[in-house]
Each structure stands twice: as structure tokens, then as C-alpha cells.
């Protein structure tokens, strides 16, 4: 970059140095980059983003449409999942940069397995499930990142069980421990 549009960066700087300790950008060394030796040349560019959030990946809002199956005790379900996934302050692309699918926690037995795949479209999840009644199974959106082993989840509270009688740790470590398993045994999708 030439250093007449170098100079009208607002901020800019090479060599920069923070302690562990350090909590502002006051606390740090740095050589502006206008006053660097050494110029970056093409392709050497580099940009960074600060953000007080380095990571942000939760589920932010989840629906289901239900429809019975004639001559069946089952439901048709559709899952509904808006997840938020942003990395230093930047959204993260879900289309191409994550996996999404949908489980299920059986009441009686506590056990939880695949429902469904999902697919991201018009800037949410979904998926379709044939699912037993709502007084025996708990619908959980997973989203994860590709190419890691970092996921989420959250319960779809419209197609749950009655959770009065087990806790938010026991129902979470049942839904952690098979998405791990499956995580392990896949890779990150």
C-alpha cells in the first residue's frame, strides 16, 4: 500500500506487543505502520477485528409445526432453528461455515438419537421428523462449526416433555454426551 493511502487509515500498526495483563490497546508497544522499515508488499496485507466477544455461538430462537400422520400414532414435525454464531464480533456464514441437525431425547429411557438432518435456507434451520408424541420426546437443535469439534444446542421448549421431574444438567448431559460420541466417531459432520 502506498504510504499517501496508508496515511489516511485511521489506525494502523505493525510490531505490536500486549503483556497478558494488558487490557486496552494503551497498555501495548507498537511501530505505526507509516513509520515501519520494513513495507508490506502485495498479498502481504493483514487486517485484524477486535471485539470484547471473541465467540458467540448459541441458539437464539426455535419453532415447530407439527402435523399427525393419518393411521399412526406419530407426528409429522418441522424444526425450526435460528442459531447465532459470530466469531470477534463478525457473523459467522452459516450456509457454508456450519452442520445443523435435530435430536431427540426419549423420556423413558433418556437415551437421544438423530432425527433429522437440516439444511440452512432463507437465513434459518429446518428439518422434518416423524416424532413420537410431545409427552414422551424433547427436540433439541444442534448446530455445529465445520471442520471442528465446537457445537451447540438448545431444547425446542414447543415439542418437549413435561421437564419438571428431571434437571437441565442431567437432560443436558444425556444431549452432550451422544452429540460428542457422534462429533468423535464422524469428525465435525
Not at 120 to 126: L, Q
Request: hydrophobic share 30%; proline share 3%.
Amino acid at each position: 500500500m502506498k504510504r499517501r493511502k496508508l496515511a489516511q487509515l485511521p489506525f494502523g500498526a505493525t510490531n505490536v506487543r500486549c503483556h497478558s495483563n494488558a487490557t486496552s490497546s494503551d497498555d501495548c508497544t507498537y511501530t505505526p505502520y507509516q513509520m515501519s522499515r520494513v513495507p508490506c508488499q502485495t498479498g502481504e496485507e493483514v487486517a485484524l477485528r477486535c471485539s470484547d466477544n471473541p465467540w458467540r455461538f448459541e441458539l437464539a430462537e426455535s419453532k415447530v409445526k407439527v402435523k399427525a400422520i393419518s393411521g399412526s400414532d406419530k407426528n409429522r414435525v418441522k424444526v425450526l432453528c435460528n442459531f447465532h454464531a459470530s466469531k470477534y464480533g463478525s457473523d459467522v456464514n452459516q450456509k457454508s461455515g456450519m452442520w445443523g441437525g435435530a435430536v431427540v431425547v426419549q423420556k423413558d429411557t433418556m437415551k437421544a438419537y438423530w432425527a433429522a438432518p437440516m439444511k440452512y435456507t432463507r437465513k434459518k434451520w429446518s428439518g422434518i421428523a416423524e416424532l413420537g408424541s410431545s409427552d414422551n420426546v424433547c427436540t433439541v437443535c444442534v448446530a455445529g462449526i465445520e471442520n471442528s469439534f465446537v457445537y451447540t444446542f438448545g431444547l425446542v421448549k414447543d415439542y418437549c416433555f413435561d421437564r419438571s421431574t428431571i434437571s437441565e444438567e442431567s437432560s443436558n448431559k444425556v444431549i452432550r454426551d451422544f452429540v460428542d460420541s457422534v462429533v468423535e466417531k464422524y469428525g465435525s459432520k
